[in-house]
């Protein structure tokens, strides 16, 4: 694992793979999706559609939700990707919480640390910051994050957050690596700092 407080996610990994998952979607692919259509969708905060994005844009991207639009937890791209909504009572915007991607729903179910990291990295807001890393017990590492962009899209949640716990950070969230002997299964990211 990455250990360098302070290090932006974008730059945690440096390999030719992720290198290449960079280029993709810092080429403006997702966002000319958007604007192709001609609608006014939120624009991004993450690469590729995660968490602090709307409903509207992540459906946008990735497609129709697979388990129906009433269902509390929305599935995409075959179940390997899965996210828990709400609408932010600042922003009045119904914005990811909570991102799962699951491994196992897709034909590669393991993945290295280096490639969870990347896969993650498209998820998570382009601002973030890696503030630390710690294990919770032997079958999950946390990555701890900091982004003023998540701050800003769900300021009403941090702002309930913080008057339930006073040593609440705006734009706290974590990345949960979840793994076995054989890798990591699935990677989840969501606000907060509580694994």
């Known amino acids: 694992m990455i250990d360098n407080a302070g290090e932006t996610i974008s730059t945690a990994i440096k390999s030719p793979a992720a290198d290449e998952a960079v280029t993709v979607t810092e080429?403006?692919?997702a966002s000319d999706l958007v604007k192709d259509q001609g609608?006014?969708?939120?624009?991004?905060?993450?690469?590729?559609?995660g968490l602090g994005d709307t409903k509207e844009t992540i459906e946008h991207?990735?497609?129709?939700?697979?388990n129906g639009q009433d269902a509390s937890i929305s599935f995409y791209q075959n179940n390997s990707f899965l996210a828990i909504y709400?609408?932010?009572?600042?922003?009045k915007k119904n914005t990811a919480l909570n991102v799962t991607l699951s491994f196992e729903a897709t034909d590669t179910p393991k993945r290295s640390v280096k490639e969870a990291i990347r896969e993650a990295s498209s998820v998570i807001p382009s601002d973030a910051v890696k503030v630390k890393e710690y294990k919770v017990d032997e079958e999950r590492d946390v990555i701890h994050y900091e982004s003023k962009l998540?701050?800003?899209r769900l300021k009403g949640w941090y702002e309930l957050d913080a008057a339930n716990n006073p040593e609440s950070v705006p734009g706290t969230f974590i990345v949960i690596l979840n793994h076995d002997e054989e890798g990591i299964f699935s990677v989840v990211?969501?606000?907060g700092n509580n694994p």
């Open 39 to 49: 609608t006014t969708i939120e624009p991004l905060i993450t690469k590729a559609g």
């Open 189 to 191: 990211v969501g606000v």
């Open 61 to 66: 991207l990735r497609g129709a939700d697979e």
């Open 27 to 29: 080429s403006g692919k």
């Open 86 to 91: 709400a609408e932010d009572d600042v922003t």
């Open 150 to 152: 998540l701050s800003e």
